[in-house]
């Protein structure tokens, strides 16, 4: 017999601990958060530097690689994704910085209510606390600890910044602030010297409440569906299907590629690429795993006449 819950979350990174913790928090509503990784109790995940040896860990990331891009001259590229409580904000570097204001506005103009900058930026304030206290653009009593890393720079990050400034790019104290443009240095998602991941901010103080359960380990493989209604969902939990279903809301929660691919799995996709697989469709949807923007990465290697991180932290 399948569990009934008022909601069901899939998804424990950095939008299902949120979803998590609101959700329980009135005591009125059981919920079941799902997660296909496990603990986030890992010295590499605590300890900031850490993340350089989670970054190809198979047991707390997907580890993704994408197929050969033309555009890229067929390159392949590597896209780390977070298989663990937190998510990617538990293997992530932890840099702070929200969006450009007119991101959010152009998806409000494409016809997303809600998304408006108006909209998230009381949001964004809501969710941090800032080391530096609060101000008109920085939160100063939310949950998610937000830290200055300026005492813990290498001097070489002072010489680029001067470089910068001489070629009369501004220095930018704050990311975060009144505007992006300009040269400087971030903060980061961290709390007395450890991470601070959704995990530990938003999970971590829900996790006494009994009406909240947190099952981790569970890969979802399927949604399930009454009436073309999502009822519920189908996972694998320990070599065995369990299903568990929602008087409520069933959430995907499972980040830009696994949210997508379990729709998908479920029938909910393109017509066309669901029948080719074989999958039976529940629902066309053309716009499910399509127009995924991510940020391009180009690292610059340079030759230095001082020693830097390289040589001071070893291998």
Same mark, same amino acid.
């Given at each position: 017999?399948?569990?009934?819950?008022?909601?069901? !979350?899939?998804?424990?990174?950095?939008?299902?601990?949120?979803?998590?913790?609101?959700?329980?928090?009135?005591?009125?509503?059981? !919920?079941?958060?799902?997660?296909?990784?496990?603990?986030?109790?890992?010295?590499?995940?605590?300890?900031?530097?850490?993340?350089? *040896?989670?970054?190809?860990?198979? /047991?707390?990331?997907?580890?993704?690689?994408?197929?050969?891009?033309?555009?890229?001259?067929? /390159?392949?590229?590597?896209?780390?994704?977070? *298989?663990?409580?937190?998510?990617?904000?538990?293997?992530?570097?932890? !840099?702070?910085?929200?969006? &450009?204001?007119?991101?959010?506005?152009?998806? *409000?103009?494409?016809?997303?209510?809600?998304?408006?900058?108006?909209?998230?930026?009381?949001?964004? /304030?809501?969710?941090?606390?800032?080391?530096?206290?609060?101000?008109?653009?920085?939160?100063?009593?939310?949950?998610?600890?937000?830290?200055?890393?300026?005492?813990?720079?290498?001097?070489?990050?002072?010489?680029?910044?001067? +470089? +910068?400034?001489?070629?009369?790019?501004?220095?930018?104290?704050?990311?975060?602030?009144?505007?992006?443009?300009?040269?400087?240095?971030?903060?980061?998602?961290? /709390?007395?010297?450890?991470?601070?991941?959704? +995990?530990?901010?938003?999970?971590?103080?829900?996790?006494?409440?009994?009406?909240?359960?947190?099952?981790?380990?569970?890969?979802?493989?399927?949604?399930?569906? @009454?009436?073309?209604?999502?009822?519920? !969902? @189908?996972?694998?939990?320990?070599?065995?299907?369990?299903?568990?279903?929602?008087?409520?809301?069933?959430?995907?929660?499972?980040?830009?590629?696994?949210?997508? &691919?379990?729709?998908?799995?479920?029938?909910?996709?393109?017509?066309?690429?669901?029948?080719? *697989?074989?999958?039976?469709?529940?629902?066309? +949807?053309?716009?499910?795993?399509?127009?995924?923007?991510?940020?391009?990465?180009?690292?610059?290697?340079?030759?230095?006449?001082?020693?830097?991180?390289? &040589?001071?932290?070893?291998?």
């Amino acid at each position: 017999m399948a569990e009934t819950w008022d909601f069901i !979350v899939i998804g424990a990174g950095s939008a299902g601990c949120v979803l998590a913790n609101r959700l329980s928090e009135s005591g009125r509503h059981r !919920v079941l958060l799902l997660e296909a990784g496990g603990s986030d109790l890992n010295l590499w995940i605590w300890m900031p530097i850490g993340y350089g *040896k989670t970054f190809f860990d198979p /047991r707390v990331n997907w580890m993704y690689r994408t197929e050969p891009d033309p555009n890229l001259n067929g /390159r392949v590229s590597y896209w780390p994704r977070g *298989k663990v409580l937190g998510g990617s904000s538990s293997i992530n570097a932890m !840099v702070f910085i929200r969006g &450009q204001p007119r991101d959010f506005e152009d998806w *409000k103009a494409a016809g997303n209510p809600g998304w408006g900058w108006d909209d998230v930026f009381p949001v964004f /304030r809501r969710m941090e606390t800032n080391d530096r206290g609060a101000d008109p653009w920085r939160g100063g009593d939310g949950p998610l600890h937000v830290a200055t890393m300026d005492r813990d720079l290498h001097p070489l990050c002072d010489t680029f910044i001067e +470089a +910068a400034e001489a070629l009369q790019i501004p220095r930018n104290p704050d990311f975060n602030g009144a505007t992006q443009e300009g040269v400087g240095t971030y903060q980061n998602t961290a /709390r007395d010297g450890m991470r601070m991941s959704a +995990a530990r901010a938003y999970l971590r103080p829900a996790r006494r409440r009994r009406n909240l359960a947190v099952e981790s380990r569970c890969l979802a493989t399927r949604l399930l569906f @009454e009436g073309g209604r999502v009822c519920g !969902v @189908e996972d694998l939990r320990h070599g065995r299907r369990v299903q568990a279903r929602a008087r409520g809301e069933v959430i995907v929660s499972a980040g830009a590629i696994n949210a997508p &691919q379990l729709l998908q799995l479920s029938g909910i996709g393109p017509a066309g690429l669901l029948r080719d *697989k074989g999958i039976a469709v529940v629902r066309d +949807a053309p716009g499910v795993g399509r127009n995924l923007q991510d940020h391009f990465c180009a690292d610059f290697i340079y030759r230095c006449r001082v020693p830097t991180l390289n &040589q001071q932290l070893g291998p």
